[in-house]
Each structure stands twice: as C-alpha cells, then as structure tokens.
C-alpha cells in the first residue's frame, strides 16, 4: 500500500490544460521596439579577433624598433629603403615625391626593387636567369625543385591535379618553340648591339634563403619581353610574387633597354576580360591591348568599358587591317634547329602540316607571317 496505485485515475483539473490559451503579454512581442541604448552602440569600434589585435601590436613594436635605431638616419633615405650605411642623395627633413614617381634621391619604384640587399639583412633572395631551352645545364639540376614548386601551385591555386606530371611539366614549362639566337645577328647596320644575352626562352628562378620559391618564364626578344607563365610556392602567397616579378621583369626591360634602344616593351600574355585571374594585368599603368581587327595597339582604359558589354568587340579606330595572303613556300620553318624555306620541307617531309599553316597565315597575314620563323620540330 506504499507505492502508487497504478489503477488509481488523476485527480481532473491537476495537470495542464490542452485547450487553455496562454494569458496575453507573457511572451516577447516581435512588434515592440527595443528599449534606447540596449543594442549595440554604432560609435563604438567593432569586435575584432584576438590574432589581429596581437598581429597588429607586433607590427608597431618592429616600427617603435625601427625609429629607434635610425635616429641619425635621415627620413628620406629609411624610406625608401636604403640600408643605413649607404649614403644616398641630400638628406632633408621631410620625403616628397618629385615628377615621374621618384622620392627626393631621384629613385623610382624600378630603382629600389635592383638595390643590393644590405649585409645585415635576415633573409637572402637570390635571382637567376638561366636558358630553358635548348635545355640548360641549370635547368637539368633545378629541374626536381622546379617541378615540385609546380606542382604545388597548380595544385593548391588551380586546383589542377591532372596534368602535373613530368611530362606534362617538361612539354609546357621546359620546352619552347623559339630557336636561341644571339643578340648580335639582330642588330641593324650602325646600330648599338643587342642586349648582353641572347634572344630565347629563359626561366627567371626566385631563391629566398636557399629554397626556389618562384619561377617566370620569359622570352627575350628584340623588342620586347614577355612573360609567358609565372607560378609559385603557394606558401610563400603573403608575399604577393606575382607583383614583385612583374616589377622585377619590367625593371629587367629597362636594364636591356640601356643596353639595346630597340628594347621598349614588355608584354604579359594575352588578356581574357571575362576571367577573374586575369585581372591583375589591368593593374599597372601604360598597358595597351592589341585589336585583332585593326592590330592597333589601344589604351587599356579605352578598351575595358567596350569589353564590359561584349567579349568581342573592335577595340581600335577605323578600317580593318587589309592583308595579303600569305605565300606558304615563302614561309620560313625550323625543322630539327635547321631552317628552311617551307618548299623545301615539302620535299623532303610532305605536306601533312599545309594545313595548320595556311590557318596560321591566314591569322597572322603576310606582313607578320614573312617575318616570323615556325618550328616544325614536333610535327
């Protein structure tokens, strides 16, 4: 009898009512505003992460240790990044930026990107122009690190894992269509000479501290160098390669330049206005797109608001380009580092390619097509 009686019913109206309605006003009403200064105040900063806080706090202790160190030191030279003991222009109270981009010692962002590293300095980066082809001595022993710098970018930033083997990596990166020639045969009748290196295709190695953390493929050229692929250790992101190269290639133009007045330009590949990636090549100032209709070269700014509306657009002024038809067995070819008049090819090799080369005449036309030489190696 000291347990509950399980036969035993409730005693009614103990428990809950289903049917009772909650009494009005006990819940939040959605309707009713809060109450002045219970929200967040709008004048007060935002929350932020503690690693931003802490990152920040070390960055003005470094600066804090900067100033301390260069007392003596003249603003205008700490700030463009001389090491303390080069002496370097007049020294005044305050920097100032003069015409063309240049500080108060005359210098440019081009100057200081070539400034020797100081000897005390924490890390060392090291940059080396070696031939990629024909297939170097240098680039046969960096050809391990190079592959695996690669790999990881196309991997990490592409998200590419398909064709990233050796072979795929030697055909695309080592290889080149263009034949070594030396910079002498190109110079006209009284000229100054071309650069110290020879015209071809080169590889630009980036070495920080030892390690090959970038590589730029470049073709010299006697008017120009362009860039034709540029990849890197993504753990090395923060330290924006791809922007330092492109300064360090044009500061290379300019190098070239002195040596040869035909050296102007440098080139950054082809431009796809519909693909994010290629965005940053609008960045830099004095760019200029070709018109494949006109082959005028057009201001950038003139072409972006065309090609906000089409991908394809007329980007120069007036008529298209009239061309004669290119004559084929005029044409120059490489065949095996031999050169030869395309007739020549014909006969001892066939005419399988007559094909590929009458479109690619019909897309260059005959005035470019004369002057340009095809490699018919690999066919």
């Known amino acids: 009898g000291k347990g509950a009686d399980p036969m035993k019913q409730p005693n009614p109206g103990k428990g809950a009512d289903p049917m009772k309605q909650p009494n009005p006003g006990k819940g939040a009403d959605p ?3 809060p109450n002045p200064g219970k929200g967040a105040d709008p004048m007060k900063p935002k929350c932020r992460k503690a690693k931003d806080i802490r990152r920040e706090k070390r960055l003005l202790k470094m600066a804090q240790t900067k100033e301390s160190d260069a007392k003596s030191v003249p603003p205008s030279v700490m700030d463009v990044g001389t090491p ?6 007049t020294p005044v109270d305050r920097p100032e930026e003069e015409e063309g981009g240049k500080d108060s010692n005359g210098q440019d962002l081009l100057d200081l990107v070539t400034l020797p590293d100081p000897k005390d300095c924490v890390h060392k980066l090291e940059i080396k122009l070696v031939k990629s082809w024909p297939r170097s001595s240098e680039v046969a ?3 391990a690190s190079s592959y695996a710098v690669f790999k990881k970018f196309q991997s990490i930033v592409h998200l590419d894992d398909h064709d ?7 055909d695309f990166i080592v290889e080149s269509p263009l034949v070594r020639e030396p910079a002498g045969s190109q110079n006209k009748p009284g000229g100054t000479g071309g650069p110290t290196c020879d015209y071809g295709s080169y590889h630009q190695q980036y070495w920080l501290d030892g390690n090959l953390v970038a ?7 006697p008017r120009m160098i362009v860039c034709e692929y540029f990849f890197y250790d993504p ?6 390669l791809g922007v330092y190269s492109a300064v360090r290639e044009i500061a290379f133009v300019r190098e070239l330049g002195r040596q040869d007045p035909r050296m102007r330009h440098y080139c950054m590949g082809y431009y796809v206005h519909s693909c994010p990636k290629m965005a940053y090549k609008n960045q830099y100032g004095s760019a200029e797109l070709l018109c494949a209709t006109t082959l005028q070269y057009v201001p950038i700014e003139r072409c972006l608001p065309k090609l906000e509306v089409t991908k394809y657009c007329k980007l120069g002024e007036g008529e298209a380009a009239e061309e ?8 120059t070819v490489y065949h095996e580092m031999q050169a030869m008049p395309y007739r020549e090819y014909r006969t001892k090799y066939g005419d399988r390619t007559m094909d590929m080369l009458r479109q690619y005449g019909t897309v260059m036309g005959s005035k470019v097509g004369r002057r340009m030489r095809v490699n018919l190696t690999f066919f």
Not at 164 to 170: A, G, L, M, W
Not at 235 to 240: E, G, T, V
């Open 84 to 89: 303390v003991d080069k002496p370097v222009g």
């Open 164 to 170: 990233c083997d050796e072979r795929h990596y030697s």
């Open 324 to 331: 004669e038809p290119l004559d084929l067995d005029a044409l």
């Open 31 to 33: 309707m009713k505003q």
């Open 235 to 240: 753990s090395y992101k923060f330290l924006s």
């Open 141 to 143: 022993a960096t050809f």
């Open 215 to 221: 590589v730029a493929l470049l073709d010299i050229l």
